[in-house]
Structures are given as structure tokens and as C-alpha cells.
């Protein structure tokens, strides 16, 4: 069925839409089979509105038929005199535009076909595989950065680790790609064997390894022990070949005690100290799933309702949890940190499947340590390899958003949360990071509906049946696009090659208001604000010179001199 056909009534005129910051607007009303187009011919000239039918999250509508049946015909059919509907539509970014159209039958038909578009199942039917902007080509290599070339670039790699294409057809793990990085004494049959011995065959596999000590981050899923305690020689002994050199490393279960006890006995498990004698478990609960999901719609509800007192909004706030989620990820990230860089050990990741909060806290903490994860070459490196190379799987858990009246088992705003734990550390160091919040915000718009391939399917092997690298464009080159990048960096930057180390106080986490309140005054102020801080920074640097503090800036989050310089001009001004 070809995707026209879905398509009801293609054009309404007289449409008025209303959109926040925004007069109403009557115009013209085209639905496409990926987008929805509004253009206007007002005095001032003419507007368009263009959204992509995949960022609808959900659709609510209402019709009237004030005066009974149709009594003329006009070119879309038959009109009830004085009929009108009205179509909400809400968005997986979080704005809400409310469409007022003439016609009951209109009203529907828009309605309908909006409802089928936006929830297209087919892979190779959404957009990314018809955007073709004349500025990019489909030649050439898809992505950043792949296991070999990190490999390459990491000479302290070379001595103990290499890589493996022991997954080069995706049997041994569906979700890991065709190459990894692990011990260099371990052959491929033991990284088989170890695979058989965790969830999903997620053997454990280099996430990262420090620029000061050699130390490692680890990740990997759920040894399948049992009700029996199983044993894998193999894959105790690909643990023990990480630790050679250090007395202890640390195996960081993001499950509860008494959660890693009840896996037993549904066949998985955890490491026991008597097989894995030089590694020291520690227990980190993370929610995830449904817990997670439902922190998302409690709080973008909170949000969204400004008729809440001070103390009704503060005890929403507190009730969605959300804040509690991302004190979690922070603070268990911090600890990983604090294991491998001041403690000098090694540190294995997991809980149950090691495709959700494992990937959160190790990228995390990969900020935390590693300078050239805080560029944006490195940043979106970091994503793409510890997120769309690792095989989190984007298709399931970014399927609808907070909108969404459907509750699809496995949704889950894990990518979300990362995002802002992000902004967290970003607010706290606000002359650390390359990259401003507006990059923050582009990635979550993208991971629920974008023009490009790059958070398709739910692993690679997905993306390479479906042809995903042939027939789309990758995401994070076009954002490195140097007129594209200008736009996305943070106009304070000073690099540093020491570590960051984020509060987890209470006090010191806020709300992402630039996110979740983004479509209300707050957010426009803010807007205006960082534009003028780039004014001053550039008139700034013009007066000193491009080469002025190249020195390396303080770790301490609560150092904030220089950015407060600027906000005290930006009051003045």
C-alpha cells in the first residue's frame, strides 16, 4: 500500500492555527505522507509551519456540526454549514499546536490520516530513507567512527587489548556489532563461550580506557548463573586477563541486591565472589522501563498544567521522580570515576540486559574522565559508540514520547536521561564542555523523529539488513558541518584535560527547564539570553586576542567566575 493512500483529504483551507508564541494564524492546511505543512498569506508576508508527521505523539479531536447536514459542495466535498473540528496535536518534543478546521468530514479525515503517518512501523517507509538535501552525498564512509578506528587511535590499547570480529556475522551477539575490543590473551572460542554465559550473549567488552592509568570501564549484560550457579571458566578468565596488572577491580550491578537474587531464578544471576576472587561487586539500583517512562509523563504533566500553586507544582515535581532518576545515573557514573581515576582499578558494567542504564552511567563517566568526550567530535563519537554501536535499542524505547496514549511494553527515555545528565554537568562546568545546550536539545528532537538514519532500527545488525548506511544520512556528520557545528558550541569553552567531577547534591540538580519548559515565556527569555552572551564572548575576544587563557580551567563545580563576568553584563546591558 502505497503511503498516499493513507492520505484522506490532502489540503483544507481556512485553517487556523494556534502555536505557542504565536497570534493565530488562517491558512492553508497540506498533509504529506511524511510531514504536515501549514502555510499562511498574511499582510506581513507569508509563514509555513512544516512538522514532521513522526514527532506526533498523539492527536485529540473535538467536532461540531452547529447547524445539521451538508448544505453545499465545495471542491473538498460536501461541508456542513457552520461545522468546524478541532485537532490537538502533541508532539514528541513536547509542543502542543491546536489546528481549528472547517468542516466536520475534514476534521476526521486530517485527523485520520495524521494518526496512521505518524505510526508507520516500516523502517525503509520512514522519512530518513526520502530526505535527500542537495548539500549531502550517500557516498562514502557512513558515520564517525567505528571499533578499528578507535583502536587505532588509542595507543595505550595496544599492548593488552585488540580487536575481535569473533561477532562478524552477529551470531555470537545480535546486538553488538561485528567488532570489539577485549583482553588480548583471550581467544575468540572463550569470548563464544562467554557470550553463551550472559543475557543476549553480551560478553564483556572494552567501553574505555583512561589517559592516565590504563585503568578500564567495562560493559556487559547479566551472567546467566541460575538457580544452579553456573560456572564459565571462560568467562571468569576473560575478567581475571583484564585485571592482570591490579589486585582488585569492581563489578558495578546497576540492580538492587535483593533484585540481582530474584534474577537467579529466572535464570540469570551475578558474578559470585568465590569464581571471581579479584573482582568486588557493588550494587547501584536503577530504575528503567516502565518506571522510567511514567516519571516522564508524570512530569512533562506537571509541567504542561500552569494553573498548579507553588506547592502543587513542587510536589508534582517531586512526585514524577525524574530528578531522583537523574541523581542516580549522576552519582553512580561518579562512582565508576572515582573507582577507575583516584582508586586506579578497573570496573565492569552491567545489570540485566546492559542496553539501557549500563550504557547511561559509562558514558557518563566517560565525560566525567576523558577531555575529548567534552568536544563535539568527541561527544558524538561517544554517542555513537557506546549508544547506536552498542546496540541500545532506539526503535523500541523512543517509540512515542509523553504524549502518547498508547503504553508500549518497551519504552523507555533512557537516551533522554542521559541527555540530561548531560545538561546537569554542563550547567555545573559551563566552561568544560565544547558544546552547548542547543546541541543537548537538537539530539532530543532527533532520537524521537528525524530526518536522518542514525538512531533507526535497534542494533546494527537491523540497520545493516534494512540498508540503513546505503539509503540515509548520518546524523552527527551533518551536525559537524562547520556552518551546522557554529551554531552548537559553547561560546565559554576552555579546555581541560583534568577530570570533572558533578555534584549530586540535591540543591545542585534542577529542572532541564530549557527542555521541559521550552515552550513557555522562561525558555524564549533564555533563548535571548544565550544569543547575547555570544555577542558579549565574540566582542570579548576581539578586545584580548583569539589566544588569551589557554590555560587549564578548575575542576571544582563550584566555579563559575567567568560566566557570571558575563551574565553581570548581560544585566547591565
Known amino acids: 500500500m502505497e503511503l498516499s493512500e493513507h492520505i484522506k483529504t490532502a489540503n483544507v483551507e481556512d485553517v487556523t492555527l494556534i502555536r505557542p508564541f504565536h497570534p493565530p494564524r488562517k491558512g492553508t492546511l497540506c498533509v504529506t505522507s511524511h510531514h504536515l505543512l501549514f502555510s499562511d498569506r498574511e499582510e506581513d508576508g507569508s509563514r509555513q509551519l512544516l512538522v514532521l508527521l513522526r514527532n506526533i505523539d498523539a492527536i485529540e479531536k473535538s467536532v461540531e456540526n452547529l447547524f445539521g447536514y451538508p448544505s453545499y459542495t465545495s471542491k473538498a466535498g460536501p461541508r456542513a454549514l457552520g461545522s468546524s473540528g478541532t485537532v490537538t496535536i502533541k508532539c514528541k518534543d513536547l509542543l502542543v499546536l491546536q489546528l481549528e478546521i472547517p468542516g466536520m468530514e475534514e476534521c476526521l479525515n486530517i485527523a485520520s490520516s495524521i494518526e496512521t503517518l505518524s505510526s508507520l512501523e516500516s523502517v525503509t517507509e520512514m522519512y530518513p530513507f526520502f530526505y535527500r538535501p542537495s548539500h549531502l552525498s550517500l557516498q562514502g564512509p557512513w ?3 567505528t571499533a ?9 590499547l595496544w599492548d593488552r587489548w585488540r580487536i575481535s570480529n569473533v561477532n562478524s556475522d552477529y551470531s555470537v551477539c545480535p546486538s553488538y556489532p561485528r567488532a570489539v575490543i577485549v583482553p588480548g590473551e583471550v581467544d575468540d572460542d572463550m569470548l563464544v563461550r562467554s557470550a553463551r554465559f550472559r543475557h543476549g550473549g553480551r560478553f564483556p567488552v572494552l567501553s574505555y580506557c583512561h589517559h592516565r592509568n590504563q585503568m578500564v570501564i567495562m560493559r556487559s549484560s547479566q551472567p546467566l548463573t541460575g538457580a544452579n550457579r553456573k560456572r564459565c571458566k571462560e568467562d571468569e578468565l576473560l575478567l581475571q586477563a583484564v585485571i592482570d596488572r591490579s589486585e582488585l577491580g569492581y563489578i558495578m550491578d ?5 533484585q540481582a537474587q530474584q534474577a537467579r531464578m529466572t535464570g540469570g544471576g551475578f558474578e559470585s565472589k568465590s569464581c571471581y576472587n579479584h573482582w568486588k561487586r557493588l550494587h547501584r539500583h536503577h530504575e528503567r522501563g516502565k518506571v522510567l517512562q511514567e516519571s516522564l509523563i508524570k512530569l512533562v504533566e506537571a509541567c504542561a498544567d ?3 500553586s507553588v506547592d502543587r507544582w513542587l510536589s508534582k515535581l517531586e512526585n514524577s521522580k525524574w530528578l531522583s532518576h537523574v541523581h542516580s545515573a549522576l ?15 578497573s570496573v565492569l558494567v552491567h545489570g540485566s540486559e546492559g542496553t539501557d542504564s549500563t550504557l547511561l552511567v559509562t558514558s557518563l563517566a566517560q565525560l566525567i ?4 568526550s567534552r568536544t563535539v567530535y568527541g561527544f558524538l563519537c561517544l554517542l555513537e559508540r557506546e549508544w547506536i554501536q552498542a546496540g541500545h535499542p532506539f526503535q523500541q524505547r523512543c517509540a512515542h514520547s509523553a504524549h502518547s496514549h498508547t503504553r508500549l511494553k518497551h519504552e523507555c527515555p533512557s537516551f533522554l536521561l542521559l541527555l540530561d545528565c548531560v545538561w546537569q554537568i554542563w550547567r555545573q562546568f559551563p566552561l568544560a564542555l565544547e558544546f552547548s545546550e542547543a546541541l543537548l536539545l537538537r539530539l532530543t528532537r532527533e532520537v524521537y523523529a528525524s530526518d536522518y538514519g542514525s538512531f533507526l532500527c535497534n542494533s546494527e545488525q537491523e540497520r545493516c539488513a534494512l540498508g540503513v548506511k546505503e539509503n540515509t544520512y548520518c546524523l552527527f556528520q551533518s551536525l559537524l558541518n562547520p556552518e551546522i557545528e557554529e551554531q552548537y558550541l559553547n561560546p565559554l569553552y576552555e579546555c ?9 547534591h540535591p540543591q545542585s540538580l534542577q529542572l532541564w527547564t530549557g527542555l521541559f519548559l521550552r515552550w513557555t515565556e522562561h525558555s524564549q527569555n533564555m533563548e535571548e539570553a544565550r544569543d547575547e552572551i555570544w555577542n558579549i564572548k565574540k566582542e570579548h575576544r576581539e578586545r584580548i586576542g583569539p589566544d588569551h587563557n589557554n590555560h587549564t580551567s578548575s575542576i571544582h563545580c563550584e566555579t563559575f567566575t567567568p560566566f557570571e563576568n558575563l551574565m553581570d553584563e548581560l544585566t547591565i546591558l
Request: aromatic share 6%; charged share 25%.
Open 369 to 372: 574522565l576523558d577531555p575529548v
Open 306 to 308: 500552569s494553573s498548579h
Open 331 to 345: 552519582s553512580t557514573a561518579g562512582l565508576i570515576a572515582e573507582c577507575v581515576e583516584r582508586d586506579g582499578h
Open 254 to 258: 546497576l540492580r538492587s541486591a535483593q
Open 143 to 145: 558515520g564517525l567512527s
Open 148 to 156: 578499528e578506528q578507535y583502536y587505532k587511535q588509542t595507543e595505550r
Open 496 to 504: 581541560t584535560d583534568l577530570a570533572i567531577w558533578p555534584s549530586v
